[in-house]
């Protein structure tokens, strides 16, 4: 499976973006799929998961309440709507598929890693 981040972008604190993610080639609905992004000199976590039929949703707590993960399966896409930005989201945002039907928190449970889309957030 190949991914594609897209609709990252500079936005000013409080604001919003979605952040959307293509699949393609040998994809499946029967996995789980998450978001997860590395600020610079950091290391890459966790910000969101999906389960493989949606009915399940993870957050760090960190973004809890100011972002919604959503995944629509006719068109192959998982989405990350982001509200109430702050400059603490800045980062480059990833997104992977969980070898998993369910969504974990661990970097090492994904695969097929998209290219990343920035996110920056002024202050």
């Known amino acids: 499976v190949q991914l594609q981040a897209s609709g990252g972008g500079l936005v000013q604190a409080g604001g919003c973006l979605r952040l959307s993610c293509a699949a393609s080639g040998r994809t499946s609905s029967n996995n789980g799929m998450g978001w997860f992004r590395q600020a610079p000199g950091k290391e890459r976590v966790f910000v969101a998961g999906i389960s493989w039929n949606g009915r399940y949703t993870t957050y760090a707590d960190s973004v809890k309440g100011r972002f919604t993960i959503s995944r629509d399966y006719a068109a192959n896409t998982m989405y990350l709507q982001m509200n109430s930005l702050q400059p603490e989201d800045t980062a480059v945002y990833y997104c992977?598929?969980?070898?998993?039907?369910?969504?974990?928190?661990?970097?090492?449970?994904?695969?097929?890693w998209g290219q990343g889309t920035l996110v920056t957030v002024s202050s």
């Open positions: 992977a598929v969980s070898r998993q039907a369910v969504a974990g928190t661990g970097a090492d449970q994904y695969s097929g």
